[in-house]
C-alpha cells in the first residue's frame, strides 16, 4: 500500500481530500496520477469531486469526514446503536453550519443528509471505528427535536430497547417544550406495551 494511504489509515481516516494527499506528497502535477493509479489498483475509490476513501470504509465513517464538523445522528445512529432494526434510506447527520444534501459516488452509492442543530447541542457523541457517533440518548432527543429525520415508529422501537434509566437521561438534552411533550407521551406508550 502506498505510505502516505498506510498513513493516513493508521491515524483512522475514511475519507480524504486530493489537496491533502497532495500536501503530504509534496508534488503537486504527481498526486492526481498516483490517486489515478491508487484507484485502479483498488486501493482507493473516488466518491466525490476531490475526495477519496478506503473502499471498506463505512458510509458513516465516510459523512464524518466530507461533513466535518458533524456526527451521525437521528435515525441513523439509533440504527448504528442497535435500537431499531428499520434501515435509514440516508446517513443523517448533524452540523452546526448551512446544510447540504449530496450523494457519494463509487460502490457505496449513499446519500448524506445534513440537519442543522443550534450550536450549544452539539455536544454527546465520540468517535468511534472512525464514526463521529451520538450517544443513544442524544440521537433519540435529535429525532425528537427534529421529528422529520426520523419516523415515530422508529422512536417507539428505539425507546422500547432502551433502559429506563437512558429514557431519564434523554429529557435533559432536550431544549424544545414540544419534543418534551413528544417523549413523556412516547414514554408512557412505550412503558404501557413493555411486557418484560
Not at 35 to 51: A, D, E, F, P, Y
Not at 95 to 103: L, M, N, Q, W
Not at 116 to 141: C, H, Q, S, T, V
Request: hydrophobic share 40%; aromatic share 8%.
Amino acid at each position: 500500500m502506498d505510505k502516505i494511504l498506510d498513513m493516513m489509515k493508521k491515524a483512522g481516516r475514511n475519507a480524504f481530500r486530493t489537496s491533502e494527499y497532495t500536501a503530504l506528497l509534496g508534488k503537486k502535477g504527481y498526486a492526481r496520477l498516483v490517486l489515478h493509479r491508487l484507484k485502479v489498483k483498488g486501493q482507493i475509490i473516488s466518491i466525490k469531486n476531490g475526495w477519496w476513501a478506503f473502499p471498506d470504509a463505512m458510509p458513516e465513517a465516510i459523512a464524518s469526514e466530507v461533513s466535518k464538523p458533524c456526527y451521525i445522528s437521528f435515525h441513523s445512529a439509533l440504527f448504528l446503536h442497535g435500537l431499531t432494526s428499520q434501515t435509514p434510506r440516508k446517513v443523517q447527520v448533524a452540523v452546526i453550519r448551512k446544510t447540504k444534501t449530496y450523494k457519494i459516488q463509487g460502490t457505496h452509492g449513499f446519500e448524506i443528509k445534513e440537519y442543522k442543530i443550534k450550536k450549544n447541542e452539539f455536544n454527546k457523541f465520540y468517535r468511534k471505528d472512525g464514526i463521529m457517533l451520538a450517544i443513544p440518548a442524544k440521537a433519540l432527543a435529535d429525532a425528537l427535536t427534529l421529528p422529520r429525520t426520523c419516523p415515530e415508529i422508529v422512536i417507539k422501537e428505539a425507546l422500547g430497547n432502551m433502559d429506563i434509566s437512558d429514557l431519564t437521561m434523554t429529557e435533559p438534552l432536550i431544549h424544545t417544550s414540544a419534543a418534551k411533550k413528544r417523549l413523556k407521551r412516547l414514554i408512557k406508550y412505550v412503558r404501557k406495551n413493555r411486557t418484560d
